[in-house]
């Protein structure tokens, strides 16, 4: 069963998950959660609901006491056990009942897992990417888990990111010869899926065993490394401009020419093959659209880079290009939006760039939209804090900026970053005990964080 965007799906459905939304938007997660359920029973592959409805889900019981809790908890095991004797014979059913436990326990293990492994026997990897990256999240070093998500990434199509994990598990675990088969598996996926071929049925089947010769494994490899030299692009361009006649449907090529041209600094050609994906038949999908704009912003930076910063005009050509630059990032954005409206993570890098243009209020509306992102709330809130307190909302500033701390258990850099704005903003605020407090957090554990070290010294030699 293929996974669907939003204009994939039936009108009444679509208009339904638009209530879905609203409920969403106003707060009425019990509402949001109920009909979200009912365009997922009619429209399992629905991946944007998936989406929503785990926001819901987590907002509606992120602030539930320690007895609903203990409920959910306590009716979730038998539900367990029911899901994983479905699982085989009907793994959509599978994922109804792993729903079931979700919406009163969001962060069941059992059912994520249960609904990770489910859908990706229903053919739906991007559901099941979604639930292992919530279990990760729990468990970030757990090496089983890890595997099974590199391998429902390769299935989604993505490649690089599984790639990077698997490399990172090989240098964790050196002596585990099982993640370098995956990785060779990988590249061999890889290459089938360019070149239209079908996976291996038993996925056990080394990349060298289905290729012809050495010297095609050797291609094999100077294709997957991500920087290419010119050489070896120049030969790829070569290769795969010769292939388009003989498949001209396969997407991926043209992809695959963009990238490689784009590389070359042939920006122009590179943009050439973008468009004659996005004219094609079922061309038309945000990656897509962002590869086009990353493209063209490249582009830009590049002929930034050629003008003489001895000329006397440097400084007036260099801001020009550069506000063309930001004015195209804006209005590419803008079209995106408008495209898949339903898109969070658009609208949090349109909340980006409305934030670094100084238009603060766009910004707040689109980080308002990107919070209920699992994905991106915790930046959307960071954001938040920032944009109310530039407008000197101070107090709204702080209470965003508080809510995404507690939400963050991890004190990794972007609890850092969070917490050092927090300090930010009680300095505004002229409350230097409060902002104190939140630099000695960042001081005791990253002395070199920012000017934090500078900060709690002149402190403490004003005492």
């Given at each position: 069963m293929p996974e669907k965007n939003v204009t994939e799906i039936p009108r009444d459905v679509r208009e339904l998950y638009q209530k879905g939304?609203?409920?969403?938007?106003?707060?009425?997660?019990?509402?949001?959660?109920?009909?979200?359920?009912?365009?997922?029973?009619?429209?399992?592959?629905?991946?944007?609901?998936?989406?929503?409805?785990?926001?819901?889900?987590?907002?509606?019981?992120?602030?539930?006491?320690?007895?609903?809790?203990?409920?959910?908890?306590?009716?979730?095991?038998?539900?367990?056990?029911?899901?994983?004797?479905?699982?085989?014979?009907?793994?959509?059913?599978?994922?109804?009942?792993?729903?079931?436990?979700?919406?009163?326990?969001?962060?069941?293990?059992?059912?994520?897992?249960?609904?990770?492994?489910?859908?990706?026997?229903?053919?739906?990897?991007?559901?099941?990417?979604?639930?292992?990256?919530?279990l990760l999240k729990n468990s970030p070093k757990d090496y089983s888990l890890s595997m099974d998500y590199s391998q429902a990434l390769a299935k989604a199509g993505q490649i690089p990111k599984a790639e990077s994990i698997l490399t990172e598990l090989a240098r964790q675990f050196p002596n585990k010869g099982e993640i370098n088969q995956a990785l060779k598996d990988l590249s061999a996926r890889n290459t089938m899926d360019e070149g239209g071929y079908e996976a291996?049925?038993?996925?056990?089947?080394?990349?060298?065993?289905?290729?012809?010769?050495?010297?095609?494994?050797?291609?094999?490899?100077?294709?997957?490394?991500?920087?290419?030299?010119?050489?070896?692009?120049?030969?790829?361009?070569?290769e795969y401009e010769e292939r388009i006649p003989k498949e001209p449907k396969n997407l991926k090529l043209f992809r695959s020419l963009a990238e490689l041209y784009a590389q070359k600094k042939d920006f122009d050609r590179a943009l050439e093959y973008g468009e004659k994906i996005r004219s094609s038949e079922g061309g038309t999908d945000p990656s897509l659209d962002r590869l086009i704009a990353d493209i063209t912003i490249k582009k830009h930076n590049h002929i930034l880079s050629l003008l003489d910063p001895t000329a006397p005009d440097y400084a007036e050509q260099s801001a020009r290009i550069e506000a063309e630059r930001q004015a195209f990032q804006l209005q590419e954005c803008q079209k995106r939006a408008e495209r898949y409206p339903t898109d969070l993570q658009i609208r949090y890098e349109l909340g980006e760039l409305y934030f670094?243009?100084?238009?603060?209020?766009?910004?707040?509306?689109e980080f308002q939209k990107a919070q209920a992102n699992p994905q991106r709330r915790l930046q959307a809130l960071g954001y938040l804090g920032q944009c109310f307190a530039r407008r000197g909302m101070n107090d709204s500033a702080v209470r965003m900026l508080q809510n995404a701390i507690k939400e963050k258990p991890v004190f990794d850099e972007e609890k850092k970053e969070l917490i050092y704005q927090l300090g930010c903003v009680f300095e505004k605020m002229t409350k230097p005990e409060e902002a104190i407090e939140q630099f000695k957090q960042i001081y005791e554990v990253d002395i070199s964080f920012k000017d934090v070290g500078a900060k709690v010294d002149a402190y403490y030699a004003g005492k």
């Open positions: 939304s609203t409920a969403l938007q106003r707060q009425n997660f019990e509402y949001a959660i109920a009909i979200f359920n009912q365009v997922l029973q009619r429209e399992p592959g629905f991946f944007e609901c998936r989406q929503a409805l785990r926001a819901a889900q987590f907002k509606h019981c992120g602030g539930t006491g320690f007895f609903k809790k203990m409920l959910g908890g306590a009716s979730s095991s038998p539900m367990v056990a029911k899901a994983q004797m479905t699982m085989r014979k009907n793994p959509l059913e599978a994922i109804q009942i792993a729903e079931q436990i979700l919406n009163t326990d969001p962060q069941s293990s059992g059912a994520h897992k249960i609904l990770a492994e489910a859908a990706l026997a229903a053919d739906l990897p991007r559901t099941s990417c979604f639930s292992y990256e919530i291996l049925a038993d996925g056990k089947g080394s990349y060298r065993d289905i290729l012809k010769d050495k010297g095609q494994a050797e291609s094999l490899e100077q294709e997957n490394r991500q920087v290419k030299s010119e050489d070896v692009a120049d030969r790829l361009i070569h670094h243009a100084g238009k603060i209020t766009e910004a707040i509306g």
